[in-house]
């Protein structure tokens, strides 16, 4: 992500732009503007284009980024006042560095069209569901066995729980809902409950990059959101490790079954006799890809069928796109929640030149009160149709220099 700078290194960062005059660039309706500082950087900053810049307006945020070392660095600034190539803005509160996109996005071309579909099957299932999206790879963990025999995975499964635990439990929420504390959570963040040991707690942190356990802070707004005050809810934390104590489970585990955003169940494992080891992080992993086949598995027998949606082409209005992302709207709807971090499209992007097929993942999701925000990254564009999306776009050739200009640092 973009990480804003301190405010020692952007008062050199600023002082540099005139020291060292670097240009400082800015793209709008397919036109690329280089602003040169005249003035120090003084609560005001002093620019002139190398022509004036079209529809510049007074108090308009004017998106700025320049090259400092091979740093890419970008900031917002709102004009002040401007006459032809003259233009005074406030000093920017921040600068960014450490993109995490590769161009700089600009406003959308009005000649272009962007239509989306979703890549694969989609469904609208009656199971809990989550704010996430898992896809659907099975893994590689069980290959000897068929996905289409689903009983033969489960004895595979309770086979090697066996060897580490001393009960298990596997629960489907087709005809039942969570009910206890424990798969309320499950469902509700559709990550796994892990106590490696009652007399300790639940883990601090998440080491998984895509996080997967429910943490001991995360837990504790989970106790919030169900009503418990907050001058409470360490008392609630520790009643509910004492209850498992109490009860002879010395080893926990809850993994949830995910399927797309649904929870399809969990499987629960535990540890209530003497001589067993602790589960470690070694068992979530196994058990966690065990899921993963499981719910393929459903998919494959066909026990979604009836909840598969209709895959109709979509549209969305378009902020901002660069030759790597785009960033769209939807309206806030029943459709808007299935469009998820995750979440692969395709995406048709239609000039009166040139028909774009590319394919795009969602990776930030946002709402407000109106409509949801969708910042995507395009996927193994080729080659040619990223130099035409990058001129058509920027408006210029696409050359190794620009190309080292605009790119951030990822």
Request: charged share 25%; net charge neutral.
């Amino acid at each position: 992500m973009a990480t804003p700078i301190k405010r020692i290194e952007k008062d050199f960062l600023l002082k540099a732009l005139y020291d060292e005059q670097i240009p400082v660039m800015h793209i709008k309706s397919q036109t690329q503007y280089i602003l040169m500082v005249e003035k120090p950087t003084k609560g005001q900053m002093f620019f002139k284009s190398d022509r004036p810049i079209e529809g510049l307006k007074v108090r308009k945020k004017l998106d700025l980024l320049f090259d400092y070392r091979g740093q890419v660095i970008i900031f917002t600034t709102e004009v002040s006042s401007f006459k032809d190539d003259q233009i005074i803005t406030e000093e920017p509160e921040f600068l960014y560095k450490n993109l995490s996109r590769s161009f700089s996005r600009v406003t959308t071309p009005q000649d272009l069209q962007v239509q989306f579909t979703f890549l694969g099957d989609r469904y609208s299932l009656s199971y809990p569901k989550t704010t996430e999206f898992e896809g659907e790879d099975p893994g590689e963990l069980i290959k000897s066995i068929d996905p289409k025999n689903l009983s033969g995975l489960i004895e595979q499964m309770e086979a090697w729980i066996k060897v580490y635990a001393s009960g298990y439990k596997l629960v489907i929420f087709k005809d039942t809902k969570p009910a206890n504390t424990e798969e309320r959570v499950v469902a509700e963040m559709g990550k796994s409950l892990f106590l490696t040991s009652v007399n300790a707690a639940l883990p601090k942190d998440d080491p998984y990059p895509k996080k997967r356990l429910i943490t001991e802070d995360a837990f504790k707004r989970y106790l919030e959101s169900t009503g418990v005050d907050i001058q409470y809810v360490d008392d609630a934390y520790r009643k509910f490790i004492r209850q498992k104590l109490e009860s002879g489970i010395t080893s926990d585990l809850y993994v949830p079954i995910l399927f797309q955003e649904y929870v399809l169940g969990h499987i629960h494992m535990w540890i209530n006799k003497d001589g067993m080891l602790p589960f470690d992080y070694g068992v979530i992993d196994t058990l966690y890809q065990f899921a993963k086949i499981l719910a393929n598995s459903l998919k494959i027998n066909g026990y979604f069928e009836t909840g598969k949606l209709k895959n109709n082409p979509f549209e969305g209005k378009i902020i901002d796109i660069s030759a790597s992302g785009l960033l769209f709207t939807y309206p806030g709807t029943e459709f808007s929640t299935t469009l998820m971090p995750d979440n692969e499209l395709s995406v048709l992007l239609k000039t009166p030149r040139r028909t774009v097929n590319a394919k795009a993942k969602i990776v930030r999701r946002y709402k407000d009160n109106i409509q949801g925000y969708f910042g995507c990254r395009f996927l193994d564009m080729e080659p040619e149709d990223l130099r035409f999306l990058f001129e058509y776009i920027y408006g210029k050739p696409f050359t190794d220099l620009d190309a080292a200009f605009i790119a951030g640092q990822v």
